[in-house]
């Protein structure tokens, strides 16, 4: 069974920084494309990024309103996925959720989908 | 950025009784191999997001066949053929022709 654990989440103050991580387990981590989607209190889902697996090109990409100043990254070594986050706004706070992406059908067209999903960690950018 | 746009946003519903939601997309998300790269996720209350229709029309593992998806290009639609109680929650479409990946707003979908 795939487990994805998010950690990291805290108080910060804004233009302050933060580093998210996602312990993975149950799959192979080294293939996997991962994702991170968050959700600002009682609003709806945010796509954050994406990352794919090194075999893929390991590239990246983001949101807009994250863009230039969160990145993603992994540690295949520790099956560990990271979101570095940095000049934190207040509304970057949220619930951050980890994603493992698969491709339910159609491989390699488009994106994959979000198939499993973490418990989320939350992040609160407030002075 | 490709716009996704849901309606209604919430939508009372009585058990045994059908609904419907709808998602319009601001560009065809219908790629030219034929599928369309629109899926569908609930999140039930207090849970995490899970997946249920996956281009378009297709159930994720698990999911009940009371559950279907349908449409193509920009106009897409996830029917509920029987509402259980276990079916609140809010629903999402999200496409997933091109990155940046973009969600609808959400439908809550609560009993009457």
């Known amino acids: 069974e795939v487990q994805l654990v998010e950690s990291g989440g805290d108080l910060v103050k804004p233009g302050g920084s933060l580093r998210l991580s996602c312990g993975v387990s149950?799959?192979?981590?080294?293939?996997?494309?991962m994702s991170w989607v968050r959700q600002a209190p009682g609003k709806g889902l945010e796509w954050v990024g994406r990352?794919?697996?090194?075999?893929?090109?390991?590239?990246?990409d983001y949101g807009a309103p994250v863009k230039g100043r969160f990145t993603i990254s992994r540690d295949d070594s520790k099956n560990t996925l990271y979101l570095q986050m940095d000049s934190l706004k207040t509304e970057d706070t949220g619930l951050y959720y980890c994603?493992?992406?698969?491709?339910?059908?159609?491989?390699?067209?488009?994106?994959?989908?979000?198939?499993?999903w973490g418990q989320g960690t939350l992040v609160t950018v407030s002075s | 950025d490709i716009v996704m746009t849901q309606s209604p946003l919430s939508l009372p519903v009585t058990p045994g009784e059908p609904a419907s939601i709808s998602c319009k997309s601001t560009?065809?998300?219908?790629?030219?191999?034929?599928?369309?790269?629109l899926d569908w996720y609930l999140q039930k209350p207090g849970q995490s997001p899970q997946l249920l229709i996956y281009?378009?029309?297709n159930r994720a593992s698990g999911v009940p066949d009371r559950f279907s998806g349908s449409g193509s290009g920009t106009d897409f639609t996830l029917k509920i053929s029987r509402v259980e109680t276990e079916d609140v929650g809010i629903y999402y479409c999200?496409?997933?022709?091109?990155?940046?990946?973009?969600f609808g707003q959400g439908t809550k979908v609560e009993i009457k």
């Open positions: 994603t493992h992406l698969i491709y339910a059908g159609a491989y390699g067209v488009g994106e994959p989908q979000l198939a499993s």
């Open positions: 149950g799959m192979n981590f080294i293939a996997a494309w």
């Open positions: 990352i794919k697996s090194k075999g893929s090109g390991g590239t990246t």
């Open positions: 560009q065809s998300l219908l790629h030219s191999n034929g599928n369309n790269f």
């Open positions: 281009l378009g029309s």
């Open positions: 999200m496409q997933g022709l091109q990155t940046p990946r973009t």
